[in-house]
């Protein structure tokens, strides 16, 4: 018996091919779920390998009807949605107000590529999932948030408030379907050993702001032989605190912001 049982459920995962996404489908797979991964990089071939459970959709989440044709996708294979996991982020540059840039014309912004990929993707999936879940009378959604979701102090304005944002739409959602026996929960992970760093366009890239803000990130990391800043949170410390919210064990747990950082929320 698994401690936090998923056997036989299906499960969505979005950013399913690296990082917390990757880590998060794995654990999800070793518990028995039926997962249908998206994501717009490549198949994660050694799931692929080792689960006939393990289905993968390449897109870009970002595109108009994405979401809504990645959720009927899985509806046709599995015939039902009992969990929705938005694992998909990308960092910004730690622009501040007075360096972030917003798109103009044929030029991408950095506010507008951050707040798509963190925020609005997330509802969108959220609302593609919501009618199966409803007609189920249940299911549970877990939104991969961030310490920068409550704090403005530990990453650039734009990620700092895609995340603040995805923590208001999973309270939202929570109290909104919680008749319906639908759970809406977030984990907020402080620093993790993740590729998300690649994310981050350089030529939108802050120094000031990264040092104001980097100050507040070494109280939270620990160091190498050579002072380098490492994480101190694994990606599996993360999955698993998600595997919780997700299954039936938390069943009465509706509208939390779990805190995966080692006290870091606590300053």
């Known amino acids: 018996m698994f401690i936090s049982s998923l056997q036989d459920k299906v499960v969505i995962i979005t950013g399913c091919s690296s990082g917390i996404g990757l880590a998060t489908t794995r654990l999800f797979l070793e518990r028995g779920a039926l997962v249908f991964g998206i994501d717009i990089g490549t198949i994660p071939q050694k799931l692929s390998d080792d689960f006939s459970t393990f289905n993968f959709y390449q897109t870009n989440l970002v595109d108009s009807q994405a979401a809504e044709h990645a959720v009927a996708k899985c509806i046709g294979k599995h015939n039902r949605i009992d969990v929705l996991v938005n694992c998909a982020g990308v960092s910004d540059g730690w622009n501040s107000a007075d360096t972030i840039t917003f798109s103009d014309g044929d030029v991408d912004g950095e506010w507008e590529r951050v707040m798509a990929i963190n925020l609005t993707v997330p509802i969108r999936m959220m609302k593609a999932v919501l009618p199966a879940m409803k007609e189920q009378k249940g299911g549970s959604i877990v939104n991969v948030a961030s310490k920068a979701g409550i704090s403005g102090a530990s990453a650039g304005i734009a990620y700092t408030a895609s995340k603040h944002g995805l923590v208001g739409a999973t309270k939202n959602a929570a109290w909104r379907f919680h008749q319906e026996g639908i759970r809406c929960n977030g984990v907020l992970p402080g620093g993790v050993a993740t590729n998300i760093a690649s994310s981050v366009q350089m030529d939108q890239f802050d ?61």
């Open 207 to 267: 120094p000031a702001g990264f040092n104001s803000f980097f100050p507040i990130v070494q109280l939270h990391v620990s160091k190498d032989s050579e002072g380098t800043p490492v994480p101190v949170i694994g990606v599996d410390d993360v999955a698993r605190g998600i595997a919780f919210l997700a299954s039936d064990e938390a069943k009465m747990i509706n509208g939390a912001m779990i805190p995966i950082d080692n006290a870091w929320s606590t300053i």
